[in-house]
């Protein structure tokens, strides 16, 4: 079949400047997802002399993201890892946790936050969540310490931030490690501080949702250096190369290293985090603004100091229930995420004894909690005609 070739699609304009990779108009007609990266031409670029290049694998752009973030965080020693589940795995691994050991953390969260706990062959405690926050309620933590407790996993849901002063004064009268689940914070900030400058082990995701993206992948903000050469070797096999040629391997690792195609996307998103997470609160002001109180949903703390909007979540009424919501949101062309049902409940963990009740407020939560859209290529339109939506649906007939 012969014909004209469609010419190709420009790229729209980028509310923060620029020009975006993803083409096309939005109307009212158009779908609108819960989120989308915004990916920018220049990265594009940089991604396409990557592959020019030769050498696609960890190198240069790993080694000057690296370089990048660890500035950022004040010089400590950052490691990029092929997602962040990696990271929390090995930074477990780091700090020692195994067999026979218990570490503390929310039935709130990706459910990864507890499979890599059994990973190491510990035991997962969960401590319910605070209702306000969302956030595991840490006047509970202390109740949940025993003599095989080595670690505190915190969660910071939708990237609002778990109080980083209570939490490290709980692990210090305790001795534990903490293994900072900051996969959502990347740009939030506790005490006049960014999340990652300061604490312990600190793990934060690079997944195609997050408020900076690699496609996937994440990192882990260490202590010294030393802390960060043992990584190394975890993230690779354990290998540990001498300058003669030689190896050596004393330790079990894995294969979790970053290709520097992810890290040239990377470098592009880290030069605009700040001006991602600003519009992010940007939209996060309109949905307070303008959605209805009177519809009875559980909106999310309005905190601008700390979180970093990396998501905008409702607890929705009773009334109604969730895949109702979903589908009727969908006829409007309007995407819903779910960020999380209580991880207690999955057949796995049912499998470990844990039942409902356990937690009342993370089930609580976890039944009825939906994620709106919000990203940084949103227009305020975009904020309006979700509240529209949402108001329409939950409004009594």
């Known amino acids: 079949m012969t014909g004209r070739r469609a010419a190709p699609p420009q790229a729209r304009p980028d509310p923060l400047g620029g020009s975006l990779a993803v083409p096309g108009e939005r109307g009212a007609n ?11 031409e220049e990265t594009i670029a940089d991604v396409a002399e990557v592959l020019r290049s030769g050498w696609i694998t960890t190198g240069p ?15 400590r020693p950052v490691r990029l890892v092929a ?13 020692g946790v195994g067999p026979g050991d218990e570490v503390i953390t929310t039935p709130l969260s990706w459910v990864a936050t507890a499979n890599v706990i059994l990973q190491v062959g510990a035991k997962p405690v969960f ?3 605070d209702p306000a926050t969302r956030n595991i309620d840490l006047a509970k933590v202390e109740t949940a310490v025993t003599d095989k407790t080595r670690a505190l996993i915190p969660v910071d849901l939708a990237g609002l931030p778990v109080d980083r002063e209570r939490l490290h004064a709980i692990a210090g009268r305790h001795r534990l490690r903490v293994i900072e689940d900051a996969a959502q914070s990347m740009g939030a900030r506790w005490a006049g501080r960014e ?11 690079f997944h195609a949702n997050k408020n900076m993206t690699t496609a996937e992948g994440g990192c882990v903000v260490m ?9 190394e070797r975890l993230r690779l096999q354990g290998v540990q190369r001498f300058p003669d040629g030689e190896m050596d391997v004393e330790a079990l690792g894995g294969k979790a290293n970053l290709t520097d195609v992810a890290a040239a996307i990377g470098l592009g998103q880290l030069r605009r985090l700040d001006a991602f997470n600003a519009r992010r609160a940007e939209l996060a002001r309109r949905y307070f603004e303008r959605i209805d109180r009177n519809l009875g949903l559980g909106l999310p703390p309005a905190d601008f100091e700390h979180g970093n909007w990396h998501m905008f979540q409702v607890v929705l009424p009773e009334r109604i229930r969730r895949p109702a919501f979903i589908d009727a949101m969908k006829q409007q062309g309007i995407g819903v995420g779910v960020h999380y049902p209580a991880m207690h409940l999955f057949t796995l963990y049912r499998g470990m004894g844990f039942r409902e009740g356990n937690f009342p407020n ?4 976890g039944r009825s909690i939906a994620t709106l859209p919000l990203f940084p290529a949103m227009q305020d339109a975009d904020v309006d005609r979700v509240c529209d939506a949402v108001a329409k649906i939950l409004k009594p007939a």
Do not use: H, K
Not at 30 to 40: E, S, V, Y
Not at 83 to 95: D, N, V
């Open 30 to 40: 158009t779908f609108l997802p819960f989120t989308r990266p915004t990916i920018d």
């Open 61 to 75: 752009r790993c080694q000057a993201l690296e370089a990048a973030l660890s500035e950022r965080y004040g010089g």
């Open 83 to 95: 997602s962040a589940t990696a990271g929390l795995e090995m930074a477990l691994r780091l700090a």
């Open 127 to 129: 401590v319910d969540v």
């Open 195 to 205: 999340i990652g400058v300061g604490g312990d082990l600190v793990c934060f995701s």
């Open 223 to 231: 202590n010294d250096a030393d802390e960060a050469r043992r990584f």
């Open 362 to 365: 993370a089930e609580a939560i």
